[in-house]
């Protein structure tokens, strides 16, 4: 399984971004799926993750009202649209993606995860 993530850019404070990233190869309910950032200088941090034949996404708390995370597996493609971006949100974006279900606690924890994009860079100017 490959991942391509794109979508990034430079915003203002408070603009929006919708970011996509689209697996070659397997891509199903199967796969649990999870958005991360990491920020100059800080760990990898979970943003958003989709567990496998999940209906819902999970969010970290400090997005949680702003990103909406959804997938179109006949695309092949999950997304990440962003409003109301703070400086705080500025990062290198990756997507993620595993085979088969994660428990609970497991979903926004990198460790998790068996397959990377590249990371797509999200700037946000004050």
């Known amino acids: 399984l490959q991942l391509q993530a794109s979508g990034g850019g430079l915003v203002q404070v408070g603009g929006s971004l919708r970011l996509s990233c689209t697996a070659s190869?397997?891509?199903?309910?199967?796969?649990?799926v999870a958005w991360f950032r990491q920020a100059p200088g800080k760990e990898r941090e979970g943003v958003s993750c989709?567990?496998?034949?999940?209906?819902?996404?999970t969010y970290a708390d400090s997005v949680k009202g702003r990103f909406t995370f959804s997938r179109d597996n006949a695309k092949n493609t999950m997304y990440l649209q962003i409003n109301s971006l703070k400086p705080e949100d500025t990062a290198v974006y990756y997507c993620?993606?595993?085979?088969?279900?994660?428990?609970?606690?497991?979903?926004?924890?990198?460790?998790?995860?068996?397959?990377w994009g590249q990371g797509t860079q999200v700037t946000v100017s004050s």
């Open positions: 190869g397997f891509a199903s309910d199967y796969n649990s």
């Open positions: 993620a993606a595993r085979f088969n279900r994660l428990l609970p606690y497991m979903c926004l924890d990198p460790s998790s995860y068996t397959f």
């Open positions: 989709i567990r496998s034949f999940s209906n819902g996404a």
